[in-house]
């Protein structure tokens, strides 16, 4: 997020959980079969346990997965797991206190480790993600310790390359730490095989050679996967997005909270994904990017 945070909407500007439950209805209707609930931070949502178990109830809602840093899921992991949420992602940039803090501007390491053990205690949680972006000139000391950490955890650490969506403008293609230098670093220390996985599948998954756990790589930048992607993402005031770098997006609130029915609002959906961006271009010449950051859109 940025340094100076976000302005906070007013509870008229953001959908009610009813209007997400009926969303999500349509989109199920039309052959939606996963949702993620993510945020920027889904768990400062009042009551989120109440929509996840609204969204359950959806048919043809096969999964829900979550999306959080972390911060207040001690208190609120046993509530979602029996709300119906299926897996969970921990996004955990360091494993060093003051490292953490350089990269969130908040000392709250403990605390969300606290919360990931947490919920460990849950076996309807696993397997349990933790995101880590990576960033070079800082993750490369991380790669060995996130390695043993997913040796020792039930958890499957996911290296995520950095992406122009962070809310400074830092971003610079020198930046992006690949995932295969990560996985080099780590398969010189400890051997990996490859873990077939999804085709629409964002990671590609390793485990490693011993069997003690398995880790994977999210490569956006230097391994685009836009071919392969089925995902649209909707913001918290109801505006679809069809990719991470949209520069445009479709209202949903306005028709929704004009009459509009299931039909029109499928209409509505169906012309927007047919619209779905090609490619991001990020490694494109004038590649533009988007004014809403990565903390206003979600993973």
């Not at 809602?61 to 709300?83: K, P």
């Not at 949680?125 to 991380?142: D, L, S």
Request: hydrophobic letters at 40%.
């Amino acid at each position: 997020m940025p340094a100076e945070g976000l302005p906070w909407l007013e509870r008229e500007q953001i959908l009610s959980f009813e209007e997400i439950v009926r969303l999500v209805g349509v989109l199920a209707s039309i052959g939606v079969e996963k949702v993620r609930v993510t945020g920027g931070e889904p768990l400062v949502r009042r009551d989120l346990a109440s929509l996840i178990g609204m969204l359950r109830r959806v048919e043809g809602v096969e999964e829900i997965a979550l999306t959080t840093n972390g911060y207040l899921l001690e208190r609120q992991a046993g509530l979602l797991v029996a709300a119906g949420v299926d897996r969970f992602n921990v996004s955990i940039d360091s494993l060093q206190r003051d490292r953490f803090y350089e990269l969130t501007r908040r000392d709250a390491l403990p605390r969300v480790l606290a919360g990931l053990e947490r919920l460990a205690q849950f076996p309807a949680a696993h397997p349990v993600k933790v995101n880590a972006v990576a960033i070079r000139g800082f993750t490369e000391a991380e790669a060995l310790p996130f390695a043993r950490f997913a040796r020792d955890h039930p958890y499957e650490v996911r290296f995520i390359e950095f992406m122009p969506l962070d809310a400074d403008g830092a971003w610079s293609e020198e930046k992006v730490l690949r995932g295969e230098e990560i996985r080099a670093a780590i398969e010189a220390e400890y051997p990996l095989e490859p873990v077939s996985s999804d085709p629409h599948s964002t990671s590609r998954v390793y485990r490693f050679a011993d069997g003690a756990g398995t880790i994977g790589f999210v490569s956006p930048v230097s391994e685009p996967f836009c071919a392969e992607c089925n995902r649209i993402r909707l913001t918290a005031e109801g505006r679809l997005r069809t990719c991470l770098f949209s520069l445009g997006e479709t209202d949903l609130r306005e028709p929704l909270r004009d009459g509009a029915g299931d039909a029109e609002i499928a209409a509505i959906l169906r012309e927007a994904v047919w619209r779905k961006e090609l490619k991001h271009r990020v490694n494109e010449p004038g590649f533009v990017q988007p004014t809403r950051t990565m903390s206003a859109i979600g993973g």
